[in-house]
């Protein structure tokens, strides 16, 4: 093995511009490889976290007449205690009302949390621009869409008519900003036990919330939250409510492997052709050994090495070119606040497969040449110069 390994080694000296023009060929494919895989998942995580990222992943309702989940707190321990890799879960009491402001009203869902547990799905605590949390009251946080709508301010009292003809008032403890324009214009969120009391729901609620660490499971993991939840239940899931989005995300999926496929036949191409070439420009040396005695397995091994050291090479070389793309690519492209396009995100092991795929595919080019290289004769070669 170090007789072949060695020649090889001595083959690539004595042809240094093109072997460096080689692994420069290999490290471009890796490292646009690396750059369009993770550009690819970067924008898919962002995706998901924009639209999804502050959702629940799963949700439980009634299919009762009332549409309310009795026992709530029982049945949520069990699905937390039954079902691994749940983040967060919350139960929600929510309620369509008619929010009056002299003479003009605003159609808003009023919903009761308990906004600890809550905090893990909505992120209520950061999302409060001004003023404070709800008590226990009859308190309320109002949206910036609506505050800036309906002209109120922190502290002032809202009419709130419910779908049963109520009329309740609310003091505005604070303002939230959910970053999306249609929850800040029609949700109000008041304490769990409040909005229960002002919808005349007792001790239910219309639904239990949560999210989960790997969000592409979701559905998965509600099939074993059904199973406990019981046929009463009605179990929904992120993936089912996002047709579109998913439909997306795997046609990115897609195209990015097929760009990435197509980038490592070219660079497998490539490398064959060159070594192919270089069994023509060595065959008078190959047949010299071969004449010394060195037999057909060995010559074959010769070009092996090579493949090896050609693509462990461009491999080392793609995946700092991969890096620099990717920092390049967070600096100069930027919104106008200054935050990047597409956040960086780097898979450590999609960039090791990365690597690894590209010495695989410098070996297999390899095979051609080395196939090559054992039917030489070594009495023609030397006869014909």
């Known amino acids: 093995m170090k007789l072949p390994f060695r020649i090889a080694v001595r083959f690539l000296g004595s042809s240094r511009g093109q072997t460096i023009l080689i692994a420069i060929g290999i490290a471009i494919g890796v490292s646009v490889q690396i750059f369009i895989g993770s550009l690819i998942q970067g924008l898919q995580k962002s995706l998901v976290d924009k639209t999804i990222g502050s959702q629940p992943h799963i949700t439980l309702t009634s299919k009762d007449d009332d549409g309310l989940i009795s026992d709530y707190s029982i049945l949520s321990d069990k699905i937390m205690s039954e079902v691994s890799d749940i983040e967060a879960i919350s139960a929600s009491a929510d309620g369509p009302a008619l929010v009056k402001v002299d003479d003009d009203t605003y159609s808003v869902l009023l919903r009761g949390f308990d906004i600890q547990k809550a905090d893990g799905i909505y992120n209520i605590t950061d999302s409060l621009v001004e003023g404070v949390l709800p008590s226990n009251g009859y308190e309320t946080l109002a949206g910036t869409d609506l505050m800036d709508e309906a002209g109120l301010m922190v502290g002032d009292s809202l009419e709130l008519i419910t779908n049963l003809g109520q009329t309740e008032e609310f003091k505005i403890t604070g303002i939230?900003?959910?970053?999306?324009?249609?929850?800040?214009?029609?949700?109000?969120?008041?304490?769990?036990?409040?909005?229960?009391?002002?919808?005349?729901?007792?001790?239910?609620?219309?639904?239990?919330?949560?999210?989960?660490?790997?969000?592409?499971?979701?559905?998965?993991?509600?099939?074993?939250?059904?199973?406990?939840?019981?046929?009463?239940?009605?179990?929904?899931?992120?993936?089912?409510?996002?047709?579109?989005?998913?439909?997306?995300?795997?046609?990115?999926?897609?195209?990015?492997?097929?760009?990435?496929?197509?980038?490592?036949?070219?660079?497998?191409?490539?490398?064959?052709?060159?070594?192919?070439?270089?069994?023509?420009?060595?065959?008078?040396?190959?047949?010299?050994?071969?004449?010394?005695?060195?037999?057909?397995?060995?010559?074959?091994?010769?070009?092996?090495?090579?493949?090896?050291?050609?693509?462990?090479?461009?491999?080392?070389?793609?995946?700092?070119?991969?890096?620099?793309?990717?920092?390049?690519?967070?600096?100069?492209?930027?919104?106008?606040?200054?935050?990047p396009v597409v956040p960086l995100f780097i898979d450590y092991r999609f960039i090791a497969l990365s690597a690894m795929v590209a010495v695989l595919a410098s070996m297999v080019a390899a095979l051609i040449p080395a196939r090559k290289s054992s039917k030489l004769n070594p009495i023609e070669v030397i006869r014909n110069g």
């Open 176 to 339: 939230f900003d959910l970053g999306v324009s249609s929850l800040n214009k029609s949700w109000l969120i008041s304490n769990l036990y409040t909005a229960q009391e002002v919808f005349s729901y007792d001790e239910g609620v219309t639904s239990i919330e949560m999210q989960v660490n790997e969000v592409f499971s979701a559905d998965a993991m509600a099939v074993e939250v059904q199973n406990i939840a019981g046929d009463g239940i009605k179990v929904d899931n992120w993936k089912d409510q996002n047709a579109q989005l998913l439909s997306g995300l795997n046609g990115q999926s897609v195209s990015s492997i097929m760009i990435q496929v197509f980038v490592m036949i070219s660079v497998l191409l490539g490398i064959a052709s060159i070594l192919a070439i270089t069994v023509v420009q060595k065959s008078r040396q190959i047949g010299i050994l071969k004449a010394m005695g060195i037999k057909d397995g060995t010559a074959s091994l010769i070009f092996l090495f090579q493949g090896l050291l050609l693509g462990m090479a461009g491999a080392v070389l793609g995946v700092a070119f991969g890096f620099g793309l990717l920092f390049s690519f967070s600096k100069f492209a930027l919104n106008p606040d200054g935050t």
